[in-house]
């Protein structure tokens, strides 16, 4: 299946606009992210930690791959798992990397953006990012990379 494929497709009783589509695919990631508002998630979206990471996903990996398929997370968070350090690196040689490379790198580099923007500026609430459980903040970054991905394509 590819992130095209998982697009949220409109229902053949009840057609909705593209607009309502991404309305309810930001309530959805907003209530599974424990975000308060829709505008608290959206902050978090745009956050420098967030989009830097998606901006290094984007070009490594979508550029390459005009047609990518969905990785599989369970895979991304094992590598984590290996490898922690390589996707925390600086400037790793992603020369043989595959879409599970690439979906850990976003996720690491997310995670530990959010937590080091939070700890310069004091306090922010990221919903569940604030969460310490790898597994779960995981899941929930490659909700968002998910989310990224589609609304790149539709743009």
């Not at 608290?40 to 490594?60: G, I, P, Q, Y």
């Not at 990518?68 to 895979?75: E, I, K």
């Amino acid at each position: 299946m590819s992130y095209r494929e998982d697009s949220a497709t409109p229902s053949p009783v009840r057609v909705r606009s593209a607009q309502q589509v991404v309305q309810a695919e930001q309530e959805q990631l907003r209530r599974l992210l424990d975000f308060d508002t829709v505008e608290e998630l959206l902050e978090f979206l745009n956050s420098e930690a967030v989009a830097r990471a998606f901006l290094e996903f984007r070009s490594d990996y979508l550029a390459r791959n005009p047609e990518p398929n969905a990785p599989n997370f369970n895979d991304a968070m094992m590598r984590i798992g290996q490898y922690p350090a390589l996707y925390r690196s600086r400037n790793p040689d992603k020369h043989d990397w595959d879409s599970a490379d690439h979906v850990a790198r976003f996720i690491v580099r997310a995670y530990d953006g959010a937590h080091a923007q939070a700890a310069q500026q004091g306090h922010i609430h990221w919903g569940g990012l604030e969460e310490e459980d790898m597994a779960v903040a995981g899941s929930q970054l490659f909700e968002v990379l998910s989310y990224l991905v589609r609304r790149s394509f539709q743009q």
